[in-house]
C-alpha cells in the first residue's frame, strides 16, 4: 500500500507516521514540496507517487484568525481541499481528510452522532462544514470525512503555540493561577489514539466512505479535563471553574455541548479508550521523568 500523508509535523501527521511505520509504504513530504493551496503542485505530487491513500491533516483551525481572515480560512478548509478530493479521484486514490466538533451548534445537550444536523457558530466552523461538502461532492466514492475534538499530542500545536494539556501543566508548574471554562463540554482526544483508530478503520474492507466520528470515549468540560491532568501529575494546584457562556475571550461564540459520539466506527469494531485513560497515559509518558 501507498500511503501520501499531508502535514507531517502536525498532532496528527507525527502519529500517523509513527503508528504506520513499517506497514505501508508511506510519503510525506514537507509543505515547501506540498503545499495544498498550491493545486498544481499537488497534482504534480499525486501524479508522481501514486498513493492508494491520501491522509491530510493540513488545515487553517486558529478560530481567532478565522474570523478575521474568513477568506483565507475557506481557501484553505474548502477549495484547497476540494482540489485535492477532485486530484484523489482522478488517479483512483482514497481520501482521508478531518473536520471538527464545531461544525455544531451544541444546542443539542448530548454528544452528536454522524447524521446529527449540524449548524456552526463561527467562521472555523463553518469552514470547516463547507469543506466537508466540498470533498465528499468531489470525490463521493472515495472521501472518508473524520471528525474529532480537542486534539492532543507529543508535537503540539504551533497554532497554538502547544497543545492544551501541555500548557495547563506549565502554568502548575509554573504555579500560575489556572481557571478553565466550565460550561463547554467536549470529547478531548489522543491524537496518538486517533492515528491508531483511523489505521484500523482504513483497514476494515466495510468502512465506506463518508463521515466518522473518532474520539476517545466519553465528554467532560474543559475544567474537568485540565482538573484531571493536574491530578495526575500531583502538581499542588487548584483549577477553578469558570463559565464564560459560550463566549471566548476573543469575542465568538463555542458551542456548549460539541463533544462526539463514535457510532458509524463502533458498529465496525473501532472504539477508542476513554478520554480518562487516554489522558492518563499522555501525561506519564510524557511527564514520567519529571
Known sequence: MRLLIIGKTGQVGSELLRCIAGKAQVHAPDRALLDIEKPDQTRAVLDEFQPDIVINTAAFHDL???????????AVNVTAA??????CR????????FSTDYVFSGDKGTPYVEEDDTGPLQAYGKSRLAGEHAVLAAHPGGTYVIRTCGIYGVSGARSRRGNFVDKRIAEARAKQPIAIACEQVVSPTSAEDLAVALWSLLARTQARPGIYHLINEGACSWYEFARKAIEITGLPVT???????????????????????????????????????ALQQYVRRRYAAG
Open 82 to 87: 476540494e482540489d485535492l478530493a477532485a486530484a
Open 90 to 97: 482522478v488517479i483512483g486514490a482514497r481520501l482521508v481528510t
Open 64 to 74: 481567532t484568525r478565522c474570523e478575521t481572515e474568513s477568506e483565507r480560512a475557506f
Open 239 to 277: 483549577v477553578k471553574p469558570t463559565d464564560r457562556q459560550g463566549w471566548d475571550a476573543a469575542g465568538f461564540r463555542r458551542p456548549l455541548v460539541s463533544a462526539l459520539s463514535n457510532c458509524r466506527a463502533k458498529a465496525l469494531g473501532v472504539v477508542l479508550p476513554s478520554w480518562q485513560n
